[in-house]
């Protein structure tokens, strides 16, 4: 029976995505740079090399973010000049930031513990969750650069559970990312939940042992017939 839901934050809950094409499209202007399509893939490139070595233990969270600007600028800057200009990008984005719709409606449906389990900083999901006024509606925080693991390890999930005090087997993970979050946490021994916004289902195939929804209104039905 499900008692604990963990979730995943960016794109999930956050509307990373959105909020970042908006403040990247600003910052490019500001730093004489095009705000283009290209650009703008290109960031999104180098940040999922930059979290994908994060994921790997290869980096720590600081630089995994300088990473993503040298990826991006496609040369090194010093780490002074790489903070500098990854804060003039994050007061943009933060200004920009919005929860996805159905998020507040799904929180208040679900009559379950809740936490967060997120390869991002403590202070930035600490931050981010409260200025979206979600913050009070989850008992356990967990980020990587405190857990020093990240998803998919296995370990890090079984650390959610931990911290409930419950069994992965009744705790349920959700998160937008197929591998990285329903498989590794199903993997896990949790019950592992793929949030599809994109629909992708036409050509994706859903694992044996993964349960999929297309958005958050589907949650509250799909968690009560797990627990039947």
């Known amino acids: 029976m499900i008692e604990a839901v963990l979730w995943d934050v960016d794109d999930t809950l956050f509307d990373f995505s959105g909020s970042d094409r908006r403040a990247l499209s600003r910052h490019f202007q500001a ?6 399509v290209a650009s703008v893939e290109r960031w ?31 040369r090194t800057l010093d780490d002074v000049a790489a903070d500098a200009w990854l804060r003039r990008y ?20 679900l009559p379950y ?23 009070h509606h989850f008992e356990v925080l967990l980020c990587a650069d405190r857990l020093a693991r990240a998803k998919p390890d296995p370990s890090a999930f079984l650390a959610g559970c931990e911290a409930f005090g419950l069994p992965p087997e009744a705790v349920a993970y959700v998160g937008d990312q197929l591998d990285t979050d329903a498989v590794a946490a199903r993997d896990a021994g949790l019950v592992g939940i793929w949030l599809d916004r ?31």
């Open 90 to 109: 994050t007061a943009l984005f933060e200004r920009a930031w919005t929860a996805f719709p159905d998020v507040t409606a799904a929180l208040a449906a």
């Open 44 to 74: 999104q490139q180098a940040t999922e090399v930059a979290y994908g070595r994060l994921a790997a233990g290869e980096l720590t969270y600081e630089e995994c973010q300088r990473q993503r600007v040298a990826g991006f600028l496609g």
């Open 198 to 228: 994109a629909r992708s289902t036409a050509t994706v195939s859903v694992p044996v042992g993964v349960h999929r929804v297309p958005g958050l209104a589907d949650l509250p039905r799909l968690l009560a017939a797990l627990g039947e």
């Open 31 to 36: 730093e004489g740079l095009p705000p283009s």
């Open 113 to 135: 513990r809740h936490g967060i389990l997120s390869n991002s900083s403590t202070a930035h999901q600490e931050r981010r969750l409260t200025a979206l006024g979600l913050r």
